[in-house]
């Protein structure tokens, strides 16, 4: 995820390093979609707003879904009555760079590299891994306050090249591969203490965190696959292959909604390189008309206050995904619900871009901009209508 629509096929076919530029990129492109009087014309009422940990900024990197997926479970253990931990992405993003390592090269190179992630990747490293607190594994050297992977993106990539031009692999490309990710990132302890108590990752992740990653499903919406039935997600950062569960397009807003209010908060992969989102304003919507044909003055007013949205079928979902105007660029999660001063709702997302934004770190996102832009959803099983699960074949 997070790459802007100018840079997706590129980030996908050169250079790793493409995807810490290209989520500056991003970032900065949306500073511009502003509003000046944005804040004021939106009256909030919030209905719902779920317990979440404090705002991170994933700084350079393609990692938003280490961080939005740990912010997930960080959640989940406040449900679950635990007391929450800031959970390292940079040690889930680390382990996964060496599992999309092992998969690159049994492709003989066929697939994308780089930073990008889905969601369920935290699940899969959190099974096989384990888990840190942040605190313990940053992946800062001394003097370095915020993460920066372009560098080592790149060498990474080039290793990786090279390994499967020899066509012969050697028994410690592991080994080289891991020792230069601890150049970078510092090595992962073998344990640690943690409220006094001493830690491996796997213990922490069992005794302190507590989730089953079986417990978790990965759901998303397109009209060319069999609706209520799994299907591989064809998007470059799904290089493990992941099978998602097909819902009708109404069904992804039914599903956050029933989650919300049973005190399940919801991961959220989506399209963010659109005029019509704005992180400095904070809000997400459809406008009736696509940007380009709105008037100078309706765009500069885009985010003045609540504007009527169009309704979006399931053709019309499907048609953006294929022509590359919806693209896998963000991971964040969606942590509650509010009505502005009209009676529509928004969800409340929260993102890991840091405190910038009129919302410190938060934004709000319509639910038809939900249904027309998701790639997908992460949810407990358990958050969804029994109907829909059976409908699933989710036990």
């Known amino acids: 995820m997070n790459w802007s629509k100018s840079l997706y096929l590129a980030a996908a076919l050169f250079t790793a390093s493409f995807h810490a530029q290209a989520q500056d990129n ?56 635990k007391q929450p931990v800031d959970i390292s992405p940079i040690f889930t993003a680390r382990n996964t760079y060496l599992e999309k390592a092992v998969t690159y090269v049994r492709l003989h190179g066929d697939q994308a590299q780089g930073d990008g992630g889905q969601l369920h990747d935290v699940l899969t490293i959190f099974r096989k891994y384990g888990a840190v607190p942040k605190d313990v594994y940053t992946g800062l050297k001394p003097g370095q306050t915020r993460n920066n992977f372009s560098e080592m993106g790149s060498l990474l990539q080039g290793m990786n090249e090279t390994i499967v031009k020899n066509k012969k692999l050697s028994p410690t490309w592991k ?36 989730i089953n990653p079986d417990d978790y499903v990965g759901i998303s919406s397109f009209d060319a696959y069999p609706y209520h039935k799994p299907f591989v997600l064809l998007i470059p950062d799904n290089w493990s292959f992941e099978s998602f569960q097909n819902v009708e397009i109404n069904e992804l807003t039914d599903v956050i909604d029933e989650a919300l209010k049973n005190g399940y908060t919801v991961a959220w992969a989506t399209d963010v390189s659109e005029k019509n989102f704005s992180w400095k304003n904070g809000v997400a ?110 036990k």
């Open 26 to 81: 991003l970032i900065n492109s949306l500073k511009a979609n502003v509003s000046d009087n944005s804040k004021e014309g939106f009256k909030f009422t919030e209905v719902i707003n779920l317990g979440n940990t404090s705002i991170k900024d994933q700084g350079s990197s393609g990692t938003c879904w280490a961080y939005s997926g740990n912010s997930f479970l960080e959640s989940e253990m406040i449900r679950m009555g």
């Open 175 to 210: 080994t080289a591969f891991a020792a230069a990710m601890d150049a970078y990132l510092g090595e992962v302890p073998e344990s640690f203490t943690y409220a006094g108590k001493t830690y491996t990752p796997r213990t922490f992740a069992d005794q302190v965190i507590g």
């Open 285 to 394: 919507f459809v406008p009736e008309k696509p940007f380009e044909q709105l008037t100078k003055e309706e765009q500069d007013n885009l985010f003045n206050g609540p504007k009527p949205e169009a309704n979006i079928t399931p053709q019309q979902r499907q048609e953006a995904f294929d022509d590359y105007s919806t693209t896998d660029d963000h991971g964040m999660h969606i942590v509650g619900l509010v009505k502005d001063q009209n009676g529509k709702e928004y969800y409340i997302v929260k993102n890991s871009w840091g405190e910038s934004n009129d919302y410190k770190g938060y934004m709000y996102a319509t639910k038809e901009y939900v249904r027309y832009k998701t790639i997908s959803l992460l949810v407990h099983k358990n958050a969804l209508k029994p109907a829909l699960k059976n409908k699933l074949n989710i």
